[in-house]
């Protein structure tokens, strides 16, 4: 590369890997000269494992679970999470990247919902689970590909694929609107569907009690109180 000179740094392997920072498989079949002046642009693909939920009540709702940290609703800002580092949107970071045969954590996690666990449903943002106003009947485990959006500049049309948003004031350099522009502001993601993770699983399901028993799990009570997980909740 003619700008190899001018490297003062390199992505380290496992982080850059993990964010996703780099070409995913459909733009790399397009190309080199795709991004600005025929440069590689900064492309963003972070694996992530989002929890389909069928709901017994209230009356059969299907829709996504919601983590604290992680992300998940495209319309949901990214939150600061430094100095802290969350255990399990972390984990759940790190799932992604494989598959459930080596994180049997997570079906034990997504067993113990199924249960309705309340020290285990505290741990991320659900508050109507944690009450008992809404019952978990099955939960279906997807993996999608997440990438920021991008506002409608020179450099952002460059990049295929790319979603791109409406800034708040005129660009200086509209150019021709291509179709992927979102007029609607607030859109943080974009995602595309990768893969199934898990086949939807229920509580009676049997293959996932034999899977937890050949991992070591067993059948345990919730152990915090409800004045605890009111604690975690909040």
């Not at 080199?32 to 992530?48: F, I, K, M, N, Q």
């Not at 285990?120 to 008992?132: F, K, N, Q, T, Y």
């Not at 500049?153 to 005129?170: A, N, Q, Y």
């Amino acid at each position: 590369s003619k700008l190899q000179p001018y490297y003062f740094s390199n992505g380290y392997g496992l982080f850059r890997r993990m964010t996703g920072v780099g070409n995913s498989h459909p733009r790399r079949q397009l190309g080199h000269d795709w991004g600005y002046a025929g440069l590689p642009p900064s492309v963003v693909e972070r694996p992530e494992i989002i929890l389909k939920v069928e709901l017994l009540s209230p009356s059969e709702t299907v829709r996504e679970l919601n983590f604290r940290w992680k992300p998940g609703d495209i319309s949901k800002m990214p939150r600061q999470v430094a100095p802290y580092q969350p255990r399990l949107d972390w984990q759940m970071w790190f799932a992604a990247l494989g598959s459930y045969h080596h994180n049997p954590w997570l079906v034990h996690f997504i067993h113990k919902i199924l249960q309705g666990c309340k020290p285990v449903i505290a741990l991320i943002d659900e508050p109507g689970l944690v009450s008992g106003a809404e019952e978990v009947l099955q939960i279906h485990a997807l993996l999608f590909n997440y990438d920021f959006t991008r506002l409608n500049t020179e450099w952002s049309r460059k990049i295929p694929g790319t979603h791109l948003i409406t800034s708040e004031s005129e660009s200086s350099d509209p150019g021709p609107e291509p179709e992927n522009v979102d007029n609607h502001r607030g859109i943080w993601w974009t995602r595309s569907f990768d893969k199934d993770y898990l086949p939807p699983l229920d509580s009676s399901n049997e293959s996932l009690r034999r899977l937890l028993e050949s991992q070591g799990f067993h059948e345990n009570m919730c152990l915090l109180s409800d004045e605890k997980c009111k604690l975690l909740s909040d």
